[in-house]
């Protein structure tokens, strides 16, 4: 981002090009920079190029006026400056001239052609065929090429090929078999990326003309397939935890204490991606799992201390209040020493350092509030539920 801003400063006075600075992509391969990617189908049937470029350009000025989304633009242009080659074919007819070799030709002098590879100090080598940049510089270069003819002699280019100057589309893509214009954005500071699909869709939806829809494709296409899979893995690991430990408990009212008491530690790992100006990604995801097991664990031994206590014939209230204190310099020795480890991550720089700095924040702000406010709820939690398990067990 500094290295964006500090290019942008250097560029913004240049008026006759439109430049935007975007990081790459989270994951290579995945599109061509950071933050989301769509594209705009032109599904009328009619493939007028420059009503889709009005269209591309119109949604993408209007994204960048709200306040979930940034940097809006595509580089859709249907009247890009292009040259245009003209082979006169009755002129290479007489001077012996395959069209079609006199083109592979101008692709290697100009494109590049690879050739072979060579083994050299233990390194492989490709051998690619190209002209000196010296000599294809300017577009009339083309006209001072040669090629062969069919009696070996050379030809040049001038003879029987033009260059015109021309306006059109640098490229035209299909996506799902429609002409489409590929968008690119960032959500705002402080939004996530699943806030700026949301407010895409809905604008799309809103105001894109009858005929024209939206369809996302690279890393924003694969986010919008996984849909909530996290809501459904989150419920998975709660309803693994609770078939454990009703069955380690054999009950099914025991349970509760430990799972209700969870969403302290997520309101800790939220609270601490929000003082940091983090966002809700695979990495506080990744660090919310682990903290259900992490928190999970503490709240466990001190329901099977209290447990304890409570068969050795203490009251309900007097055995969580001792499971708690006998759990409790354990419990701050373990979950402090987690979180000071934690540090070096919260602090990272460098490459990487968001996903290090998001997983390092989620998880210690989650142990932190879940292992505080752990030690005054479970025991708490633990007296109403095993006080309606000794209520249920009387009336049987």
């Not at 594209?39 to 009328?44: E, K, M």
């Not at 590049?112 to 233990?122: D, H, L, M, P, V």
């Not at 003309?209 to 494709?217: F, L, N």
Request: aromatic fraction near 12%.
């Amino acid at each position: 981002d500094q290295l964006a801003e500090s290019f942008y400063q250097q560029t913004k006075e240049i008026k006759e090009a439109n430049i935007q600075f975007l990081p790459p992509p989270a994951v290579p391969g995945f599109g061509n920079a950071s933050g989301f990617e769509f594209r705009i189908q032109d599904r009328t049937g009619t493939g007028d190029l420059k009503k889709l470029s009005a269209v591309t350009n119109q949604f993408a000025s209007l994204l960048n006026k709200l306040p979930e989304i940034q940097n809006t633009f595509s580089s859709f242009d249907p009247n890009f400056p292009q040259f245009m080659i003209e082979v006169d074919q009755d002129a290479a007819a007489q001077k012996g001239v395959d069209i079609q070799s006199a083109m592979d030709n101008l692709q290697t002098l100009l494109g590049s052609f690879y050739a072979t590879n060579f083994i050299r100090y233990g390194q492989m080598y490709k051998v690619m065929v190209q002209s000196h940049p010296n000599y294809r510089i300017h577009p009339d270069d083309v006209l001072r090429f040669h090629t062969k003819n069919n009696k070996g002699e050379m030809v040049p280019y001038s003879s029987f090929i033009r260059i015109n100057k021309v306006f059109g589309p640098e490229q035209v893509t299909r996506f799902n078999m429609f002409t489409s214009a590929m968008v690119n954005g960032e959500p705002a500071p402080g939004f996530s990326s699943g806030t700026a699909l949301e407010t895409i869709k809905f604008a799309a939806t809103k105001h894109l003309p009858k005929g024209y829809t939206i369809e996302w494709s690279g890393m924003t296409r694969e986010e919008n397939l996984a849909g909530n899979q996290t809501v459904f893995i989150f419920g998975i690991c709660l309803l693994f935890i609770y078939l454990l430990l009703s069955a380690q408990y054999e009950s099914f009212l025991l349970p509760f204490p430990i799972l209700l008491f969870l969403p302290i530690g997520a309101m800790g790992t939220y609270l601490f991606l929000l003082i940091f100006g983090l966002q809700n990604n695979i990495y506080a995801q990744v660090a919310l799992v682990m903290l259900i097991g992490l928190l999970g664990k503490n709240a466990i031994l001190i329901i099977e201390f209290a447990i304890q206590k409570q068969k050795s014939g203490l009251s309900v209230f007097e055995a969580a209040k001792q499971g708690a204190l006998t759990r409790l310099r354990p419990i701050l020795m373990t979950s402090f020493a987690f979180i000071a480890g934690l540090i070096p991550l919260m602090l990272a720089n460098g490459a990487g350092a968001i996903g290090n700095r998001t997983i390092g924040s989620a998880s210690a702000g989650g142990m932190l509030i879940g292992t505080i406010g752990g030690l005054l709820l479970i025991p708490c939690l633990y007296v109403i539920f095993q006080g309606l398990l000794n209520k249920k067990r009387n009336e049987a």
